[in-house]
């Protein structure tokens, strides 16, 4: 079962449903034939597409793995819409639902979540376990988005500050784990 998403056209405003696949195919829009614009919105993605589109795309990507019952997850996600709309057509913004999705979580090691892995040349270059307050979180996507393709960091340039979990008033919390029997623990 593959996923798609919804581009509005900027001529015409027609709203045209392109499968995942094919978002890099420079597509047209259905009713006026102009091409239609990268999307400005976070993309759902899973197991069926999420490799393929992490090896095809000539931005660089950044996959938010979250659950719904996460908390913090849900903190984060209104930057990440800010970030897909101000840096339309440079990042394309992800979102992995672990619960439905167990093979993309378990093959990159989504063990704890929110976690954000950026992606760049199709290797990961970036990775941000636990929320960030807003700011920081901007500042970190646009530094994805700045990275040419194909020029990933060694994992050894990932900030170590990153393994918290902030709530809404900054305050340092307890990342969410998963339990030894493989489930996902919402602590
Ligand atoms: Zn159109």
Known sequence: ???????????????????????????????CKSPLPAPDHPVELGDDDLEGLIAEAPVPVVIDFWAPWCGPCRM????????????????LVGKVNVDDNPRSAAL?????????????????SQRQV????????LAWLEKLAARPPGLAGPASLLPLLARVV?????????????????RWDGR
Not at 76 to 91: C, F, H, M, S, V
């Open 1 to 31: 079962m593959g996923s798609s998403l919804v581009l509005r056209c900027r001529q015409c405003g027609q709203a045209n449903r392109i499968p995942v696949p094919r978002i890099f195919a420079g597509g047209r829009c259905g009713a």
């Open 76 to 91: 984060i996600a209104p930057t990440l819409e800010d970030a897909a709309r101000k840096l339309q057509g440079r990042l």
């Open 108 to 124: 990159h090691g989504a063990r704890s979540i929110p976690l954000l892995v950026g992606f760049s040349g199709g290797s990961p």
């Open 130 to 137: 636990g929320a960030l307050p807003p700011p920081a979180l």
């Open 166 to 182: 902030v709530d809404h008033e900054g305050k340092i919390v307890a990342p969410l784990l998963l339990d030894p029997r493989g």
